[in-house]
């Protein structure tokens, strides 16, 4: 957990001009990992009751712009923000009750899948990042969903 001068730090780092806005944003950022823009919106009025949702959303776009926040969107979801960042992990998201999982990289160096380039089309391209997510079901809904075979 970083504290709220660490978030400052951050924000000088990327060269972006520390707000309180923007350290609020971030601070419901690392408190709600891969939470919708909605929840970030309620979470930071928490922090700083005054905040509008134009804000949160300008922040997260520069956040995001500058490297401090992940966004991504898994398929049929909203997009959700992460503050774990730089690592090239991947997301496990449940299917019955849409909870949502860091799963490590999986294997090798960043980024960790290497695609085939099987018709040139990733000529000139220089890859830095892979984006995957895992689709199953979690263990609570794995075992709602485990048949019954009782006699």
């Given at each position: ?40 919106i ?25 490297g ?52 040139g ?31």
């Amino acid at each position: 957990m970083i504290d709220r001068s660490g978030l400052k730090q951050l924000l000088r780092d990327a060269r972006l001009r520390v707000t309180t806005p923007r350290v609020t944003v971030m601070q419901a950022v690392a408190d709600h990992p891969h939470a919708d823009t909605e929840a970030l919106i309620r979470a930071s009025r928490e922090l700083l009751p005054d905040i509008s949702h134009q804000t949160v959303y300008d922040a997260l776009n520069a956040l995001t712009a500058a490297g401090l926040v992940r966004r991504f969107q898994p398929t049929g979801s909203l997009a959700r923000y992460e503050s774990r960042v730089g690592d090239n992990h991947h997301h496990l998201v449940c299917r019955s009750c849409g909870v949502i999982a860091d799963v490590d990289c999986a294997v090798g160096e960043v980024p960790c899948l290497t695609p085939a380039d099987d018709g040139g089309g990733l000529q000139g391209f220089e890859i830095d990042e892979a984006e995957v997510i895992y689709w199953g079901l979690c263990p609570n809904c794995a075992a709602v969903n485990e048949p019954d075979h009782t006699p």
